[in-house]
């Protein structure tokens, strides 16, 4: 069985990307910028927006962090998406979800020019995604596509058992794998709540993509001998040894799941440091396109 180190291969790519900045550094040219806008104070968000930005430090990007009270207006909001479209050092806007009820997070999403959409979440990279077009993929799923790619798990041919059909994860996953292209050429089938038994489908799976937010969604008597596991679920379950009173699992029976899969992402440590690793390649790809 091997272990899917997504740390590790994280690591990796940052340290690709650091050489990538002192590149264009040399050659006189811009260096990768990141605007984050984080509305409030939702605890798991700032830890989010904090990791990020020392993700862009240690890589050598320029990033900024504009911090908005919670009952900041979504007028504000569009006018600094407004503000960091137009400023030219800046390639890359990420708004840090979910927002405060009161702003329509779509219309945020919208408002960021698709060329510095480095999340991959407005339609039109959405939509180019779709048809199989160069695009900002959403970072989770893109990173789940590296991994993949890094430890030599070709889907092509395979068949691939998505379960989750969210936006962020579920339903772009699905559809990266099956482009008629390298790395992906995959047979795809998602399974969500309106399946009346999810293991039907999870047993038929020679790789299996578990993004459904409840610890032990997947046991080992769901999977096929030799699966592929992706665990993409980050679950807190409590746990009186750890100083917080938690701890992180996925959506997978891991201790039992990995006996008998042929490889198997942990949680913490598997498709979670991927999503920052990648968001840094979509920022370092939108200032080389703007330095083109
Ligand atoms: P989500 O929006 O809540 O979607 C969960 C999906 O799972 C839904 O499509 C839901 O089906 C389906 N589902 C829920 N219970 C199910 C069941 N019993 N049987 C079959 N399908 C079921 O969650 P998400 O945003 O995709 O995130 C999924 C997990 O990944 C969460 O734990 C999240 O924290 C984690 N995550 C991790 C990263 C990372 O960087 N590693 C990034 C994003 C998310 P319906 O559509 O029918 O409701």
Redesign the pocket.
């Known amino acids: 069985m091997i272990m899917i180190d997504g740390k590790q291969t994280s690591q990796t790519i940052r340290n690709e990307i650091k050489v990538a900045v002192e590149k264009l550094k040399k050659e006189g040219k811009q260096i990768p910028g990141l605007a984050f806008i984080l509305v409030g104070n939702n605890p798991a968000s700032v830890s989010y927006v904090t990791g990020k930005g020392k993700a862009c430090e240690e890589v050598g990007f320029y990033s900024v962090t504009e911090r908005l009270p919670a009952e900041t207006s979504e007028t504000d909001v569009l006018a600094l998406v407004q503000k960091f479209n137009n400023d030219s050092a800046i390639h890359g806007i990420l708004v840090q979800l979910p927002l405060p009820k009161h702003i329509d997070e779509q219309k945020v999403i919208e408002a960021i020019n698709p060329k510095k959409d480095v999340d991959g979440f407005h339609p039109i990279n959405v939509g180019k995604m779709m048809i199989g077009l160069e695009t900002f993929y959403s970072?989770?799923p893109f990173?789940i596509v590296e991994l993949l790619k890094r430890y030599n798990i070709n889907p092509s041919g395979k068949h691939v058992v998505v379960?989750?059909?969210?936006n962020?994860?579920?339903k772009p996953v699905a559809n990266m794998l099956l482009q008629k292209k390298e790395w992906a050429n995959a047979v795809v089938t998602v399974?969500?709540?309106?399946?009346k038994d999810?293991s039907y489908y999870t047993k038929q799976a020679d790789i299996l993509i578990a993004?459904?937010?409840?610890p032990n969604?997947i046991t080992a008597d769901m999977i096929k001998e030799g699966a592929v596991i992706i665990d993409?679920?980050?679950?807190r379950i409590d746990d009186v040894t750890k100083k917080t009173g938690f701890r992180l699992v996925g959506?997978v029976d891991f201790e039992n799941v990995k006996e008998k899969s042929s490889a198997i992402t942990p949680v913490p440590g598997?498709?979670?440091p991927?999503?920052i690793a990648m968001l840094l390649v979509n920022t370092l790809k939108a200032a080389e396109n703007s330095n083109q």
């Open positions: 970072c989770t990173g379960v989750g059909r969210s962020i994860v579920g399974a969500h709540t309106g399946a999810i993004a459904v937010g409840k969604a993409v679920g980050i679950n959506d598997g498709v979670g991927m999503t």
